[in-house]
């Protein structure tokens, strides 16, 4: 028992964590919410050096519940980096947006959620899997809607909630198959029962419960053709709250989605691959053609996210160890680029300091504000895969696990597709650019936090980021190889 509890020392961290915070809240009100963010940020950071012991390499917890191996902390690492970021930029946003500062149940429901996306990426059985999935969920639905004045806020929740239950109830169909015709809920006894499967025959309990499971997670990764909730919630919600969907909870999807391919229904591959196939390719081509009339900065970054979860889709369909290699290499660079274009997006102000997101907004801004315009420009370069950006490399990456893999016809048509996706990023650098400014441009917001992650970020995605290279390669090889 004192093993199985080291290794879930981060989720301890956090669920403690966010338990003593919300009793401060309590106490403390609003005057205590810049300690409470301050606090979690720590409490994150001690989650993350939680990873070093036991958690990441202590291998099974909990007779097979849960999962401590190099995998699930790679994962990890990325979901509370990208949590801590969407807590620091939160304040400034909530005082001038509403008027009002920022309220201290914000930064603990970002705990709570991470502590759920822990649980995911951790999974070793089904009801985990589920529960941590739901923690997550329960928390995004309230960050969703967390403006309760905003119509706009309030809707991107409600869109959410009723969406994720359906999504949700699907899932648990699946399960209830799968555990159904298996005779149990964890991952390698699953698997034994789809390896059992005799060539030429179906067992169609099995078959529909992984079509049903599947269905479940693509919901939760934003895949088409269950993305339809993406592009009203990122508009509606907060952009500090935009930020973190984009991020972290996409990482823990994707984790969960390719731990339960691999482990749970690895000998069905041949079965699960054609889903991923699909979803791949419709999330590629979707996202790109859709994004082309968006007039919405939030929006056309919600496709954005649609067609990057198409190209992660392409390293999981490999099935191989280089393929899930590829698909943390991308995870990371995305992550970086994403968080990037949302620290710009919450530059964009008018000369009252409200929020503008329309993409006209940003005419000229090389003019008037260059290094914020160079920043976006390598954001976007990146995201269009345009080398020597780190964005090209992870496109390769997993291109190249697609062919090494045989699929070839993937590859060729997911290489093709993200030509459509280049041009709305390079729109946006035309408007930038080319187009006459309005007025004088946003006003600089003077805050150090903000403009430090903007440029951590556009110097990793830049040529720098090239140094990075090898060591990012080898730890994500290493990764992949603790699920194989």
Not at 73 to 100: E, H, M, N, W
Not at 180 to 205: E, K, R
Not at 264 to 273: E, I, K, L, S, Y
Request: some cysteine; charged content about 10%; overall charge neutral.
């Amino acid at each position: 028992m004192t093993d199985s509890l080291m290794m879930v020392l981060p989720e301890e961290i956090l669920s403690i964590g966010s338990i003593v915070l919300m009793l401060i809240a309590a106490w403390g009100g609003q005057a205590s919410t810049r300690m409470i963010s301050w606090v979690a940020v720590a409490v994150l950071a001690g989650a993350m050096i939680a990873l070093l012991g036991p958690a990441s390499s202590g291998g099974v917890a909990f007779d097979g519940l849960f999962r401590a191996d190099g995998f699930a902390a790679f994962s990890k690492v990325l979901i509370y980096g990208a949590t801590a970021v969407s807590i620091l930029l939160a304040p400034r946003f909530f005082k001038q947006t509403s008027g009002d500062d920022l309220r201290p149940e914000y930064p603990v429901l970002l705990l709570l959620s991470a502590c759920g996306m822990g649980m995911m990426v951790s999974a070793g059985d089904l009801l985990v899997l589920y529960v941590g999935l739901e923690l997550q969920s329960l928390a995004a639905y309230v960050l969703a809607s967390f403006m309760r004045r905003d119509t706009r806020s309030a809707e991107a929740g409600l869109k959410y909630f009723v969406l994720g239950a359906l999504a949700s109830g699907i899932l648990l169909y699946g399960i209830s198959l799968v555990y159904g015709f298996s005779g149990s809920t964890l991952f390698p006894q699953i698997a034994n029962a789809y390896a059992g499967i005799a060539p030429g025959t179906h067992n169609f309990g099995l078959m529909f419960g992984l079509v049903f499971v599947f269905a479940g997670l693509a919901f939760k990764m934003s895949a088409v053709p269950f993305h339809m909730w993406t592009p009203d919630v990122y508009e509606g919600a907060p952009t500090p709250v935009t930020a973190f969907f984009a991020s972290a909870p996409k990482v823990a999807a994707v984790g969960l989605a390719v731990r339960v391919a691999v482990e749970a229904m690895g000998p069905a591959v041949d079965q699960w691959r054609q889903i991923v196939i699909f979803a791949s390719l419709a999330s590629i081509i979707f996202g790109a053609v859709a994004a082309i009339g968006q007039t919405n900065v939030k929006r056309l970054l919600a496709y954005s996210s649609i067609n990057n979860v198409g190209f992660l889709l392409v390293g999981l369909a490999a099935g191989t160890q280089a393929g899930v290699a590829a698909v943390l290499f991308y995870l990371t660079v995305y992550v970086v680029m994403t968080l990037g274009s949302f620290l710009v997006v919450l530059q964009m102000r008018d000369a009252d300091g409200q929020p503008v997101e329309t993409l006209a907004s940003l005419s000229g801004m090389s003019r008037t504000r260059p290094g914020l315009a160079l920043a976006m420009a390598i954001f976007m370069f990146s995201l269009a895969g345009i080398p020597p950006l780190l964005g090209f490399n992870a496109k390769l990456a997993v291109f190249n696990a697609a062919m090494a893999a045989g699929l070839y016809p993937l590859a060729v048509v997911g290489f093709v597709a993200s030509v459509i996706g280049a041009y709305y990023y390079l729109r946006v650098v035309k408007v930038m650019y080319f187009d006459e400014p309005i007025g004088d441009g946003f006003p600089k917001s003077g805050d150090i936090v903000e403009g430090g992650l903007i440029t951590v970020a556009a110097v990793f995605v830049s040529p720098v980021g090239w140094l990075v290279l090898a060591p990012l390669g080898l730890a994500t090889m290493a990764a992949a190889g603790s699920l194989f």
